[in-house]
């Protein structure tokens, strides 16, 4: 195929190849051509066209297929987090809360209506608000200079929160392997996601050095329970990491701490006391339900009046009855009691989950959070296929992954909703699996 791709830098050819998709010149599985080939059409370094093929794998454009080469990618969306639509198979790859311990909110719905809210009143309803401002500022530096906006839900915060402060093509920061919603948020926008390993203390200090060398305009990043690893953010990993961002004061730094109530860890933060674009966000979907879009997030000043021209009074506020029924439920001791109650629900029957699988022979550790991150000795993927046979649905780890191919023998599972029956059942399901995969790819190699 005769195409007209041109540029000298890498920004400048992958912008080219992006404009042919756009306009239709390329269509989805084609394939567009091999780096040296390129490279010598164009009289560039063949480095250089691989770094603009790293851009538009990374932004979603492009896939490589090994012997296949590299194609245009096809229009289908990003994994989604959440029930797997129309299977029959037992779904252990989730990511859901267990609905038996989400509070029942009925008690208080009934006095939660008081006075109609209209045009041009608060967005804030002042009884979340002061709880709000409380719960938030207990983490938070003590001269931080804090202002609140509540949205629905911490994707709705993440998305308004990069609109602010970023345009199309800008990079951002995101953990690697990296939450479902995160990459669909960064590509839908338009922006370049930029991948810094995790470990089992949080973001690396090497990881989240080289993508500020690289020019990001914001960081993304999860200090607790991170999903789909479970690392949290220990102390002294945040302040290596803040010593880090001391020299980028205005890059926008996101903390989505969505397991907040419910996680086992303490918190410990990215943002430092000189900081000047931070945003701390909390959503109450894991401990009140998904159906409870709403989130709170405590911001700088000026983050906070960006976010608020994007919350326009009237059209985009989150629901004062919402608002009055979640201060509702955080403000009851019994409430508060089982949200204590589910956490430690997550953690034992994860951590059991694990001694099963080890048993088994296939060791893991328990992070935090709702989700298990298995390593396995064979790809994932080949594994989940083996436990579809056996009536199982997992998600094979290479659905997370940015740049890190070793999130590809890595399995996220959600078992916490299992009996003790289930999951001694799905634990040797997933060993039998692992062997039979590890035959299937022996047979293969010797073919």
Request: aromatic letters at 4%; a negative charge.
């Amino acid at each position: 195929m005769d195409l007209d791709i041109g540029g000298r830098s890498a920004a400048e050819i992958a912008e080219s190849l992006r404009a042919l998709i756009e306009r239709g010149d390329l269509h989805p599985g084609e394939a567009i051509p091999p780096v040296r080939a390129l490279a010598e059409q164009l009289g560039v370094n063949r480095n250089t066209v691989v770094a603009a093929y790293r851009q538009l794998a990374q932004a979603g454009v492009i896939v490589t297929r090994g012997r296949g080469g590299t194609r245009v990618a096809d229009l289908s969306p990003v994994a989604q987090e959440g029930f797997a639509a129309g299977s029959v198979l037992r779904d252990v790859g989730t990511g859901n809360p267990d609905p038996e311990r989400i509070p029942d909110p009925s008690f208080a719905l009934a006095g939660m209506a008081g006075r109609p809210v209209l045009y041009g009143e608060p967005v804030i309803d002042p009884g979340l608000e002061a709880w709000a401002r409380e719960w938030m500022r207990a983490d938070l530096a003590p001269e931080a200079d804090m202002r609140l906006t509540i949205t629905s839900g911490a994707a709705d915060a993440v998305e308004r929160l990069l609109a602010q402060a970023l345009t199309r093509d800008d990079s951002v920061a995101l953990e690697d392997p990296c939450f479902l919603t995160s990459i669909h948020t960064v590509r839908i926008g338009g922006y370049r996601p930029v991948p810094v390993p995790v470990d089992d203390e949080g973001m690396t200090v090497a990881g989240l050095h080289a993508a500020l060398e690289l020019g990001v305009r914001a960081v993304v990043h999860t200090p607790r329970a991170q999903n789909p690893t479970g690392a949290s953010l220990s102390a002294r990993r945040a302040a290596e990491l803040r010593d880090v961002l001391r020299e980028h004061p205005y890059v926008l730094v996101i903390e989505d701490d969505h397991f907040s109530l419910l996680s086992q860890r303490p918190f410990h933060s990215l943002i430092g006391p000189d900081h000047r674009r931070w945003a701390l966000v909390r959503s109450v979907s894991k401990f009140l339900g998904p159906d409870m879009c709403l989130a709170v997030t405590a911001s700088d000043p000026e983050t906070a009046e960006r976010l608020a021209m994007r919350l326009t009074p009237g059209t985009t506020w989150v629901s004062h009855l919402l608002q009055r029924l979640t201060h509702a439920l955080v403000t009851d001791a019994g409430t508060m009691a089982a949200i204590g109650r589910a956490g430690a629900h997550y953690a034992e029957r994860n951590a059991a989950f694990v001694d099963l699988l080890t048993t088994a022979g296939i060791p893991a550790d328990a992070g935090d959070g709702l989700n298990l991150w298995i390593p396995l000795p064979v790809p994932a993927r080949a594994v989940s296929e083996q436990l579809m046979r056996r009536g199982w649905l997992a998600r094979p780890g290479d659905e997370f992954v940015l740049g890190d191919d070793r999130a590809s023998d890595r399995l996220r599972l959600t078992v916490h909703d299992l009996d003790d029956a289930d999951a001694q059942r799905l634990a040797a399901d997933v060993a039998a699996a692992v062997r039979a995969a590890g035959g299937r790819l022996a047979t293969r190699e010797v073919a």
